[in-house]
């Protein structure tokens, strides 16, 4: 939503400079004459109406003009009334009604159209980030694909009877470590962990890293493909060892980290994949280093 506000207020200081712009080019074109003081009213009016039309859209303007053209038409019958002579003619008086008229049509429907322009963008940045299941960072599938991919392979597992396990691994204070040495390290560290994720697990086991966040979180997880429980302990304890110890991008600094692991196992009693991620999430969060 704030990336859908800001695209919008763009657009429409954009059409507030165009508007200017136009009315500047308009003057500067007929050699720049001085404008009577009651043309000079009317031309401010229609554009105050035009800003409502770009600012708050048609209702808005049309709202505006019709009161506009009310107060214009009741000073002429006033004027007639009074017998005082009004220094426009019949036609600039109906020229200036269409000008107020179509100020408002035309910047409320321009308004309208760039609203529906930037919410239609909105919505296809919005289907395309659905779209996408890879971590930039890491290179690892996301979350979503992650529980697809659970569900799948649950499935799997209650048809043929093959075990599979999955891991939850945790590197905790990452919004510490963020703080203290920035993002760049930060990125640096997550995509040197899915290095040895990637070196130390099989091809067959599925990695990913789980979302949490515009800059995602240090959550990973892997599907253990026909792996009993015993199998998914000798890799977290390889694991383990291998990210207690993490050297800096720039080489200056070696880090000691915290890393949580969680296990859960396929059993006859999950009652789906949700199940599963509840387990090994309750170990995780159990979980002494």
């Known amino acids: ?37 009651v043309q000079a009213v009317l031309l401010g009016v229609a554009l105050i ?16 003009s019709l009161l506009a053209l009310f107060l214009f038409g009741s000073l ?13 003619s019949v036609l600039e008086i ?49 979350e979503k694909r992650l529980l697809f991919d659970l569900e799948e392979e649950l499935s799997r597992s209650r048809r043929t009877g093959v075990p599979f396990s999955l891991m939850l691994i945790e590197v905790k204070y990452l919004d510490s470590f963020s ?25 067959t086991d599925r990695k990913f890293r789980l979302d949490q966040g515009d800059q995602g979180s240090g959550t990973f ?3 253990l493909n026909n792996s009993l429980e015993e199998g998914a302990e000798v ?24 890393i949580a692991f969680g296990i859960s196992q396929y059993a006859d009693d999950v009652s789906d994949h949700m199940e599963l991620v509840k387990r090994a999430k309750q170990e995780l969060d159990q979980y002494i280093q």
């Open 179 to 203: 703080q203290l040495y920035g993002r760049n390290e930060t990125d640096y560290l997550l995509s040197s962990l899915a290095a040895i994720l990637r070196e130390h697990t099989r091809l």
């Open 235 to 258: 890799v977290h304890a390889k694991l383990e060892k291998l990210m207690q110890t993490h050297i800096l991008e720039n080489k200056k600094k070696q880090v000691t980290l915290t």
């Open 1 to 37: 939503m704030r990336g859908f506000s800001n695209k919008k207020g763009r657009f429409i200081a954009y059409q507030t400079v165009f508007l200017f712009f136009l009315l500047f080019l308009s003057w500067y074109a007929l050699g720049l004459p001085a404008i009577p003081l």
């Open 94 to 142: 109906a020229v200036w009604m269409l000008i107020f008229l179509a100020a408002a049509i035309i910047t409320g429907l321009i308004q309208r159209l760039v609203a529906q322009t930037v919410e239609e963008h909105q919505e296809m940045v919005g289907k395309f980030d659905e779209l996408v299941t890879i971590d930039e960072v890491t290179g690892f599938s996301n």
């Open 76 to 88: 002429l019958i006033w004027g007639m009334v009074a017998n005082w002579t009004f220094p426009l």
């Open 221 to 223: 997880a892997v599907i």
């Open 49 to 64: 109406i035009g800003l409502v039309g770009i600012f708050f859209g048609l209702l808005a303007s049309l709202g505006l």
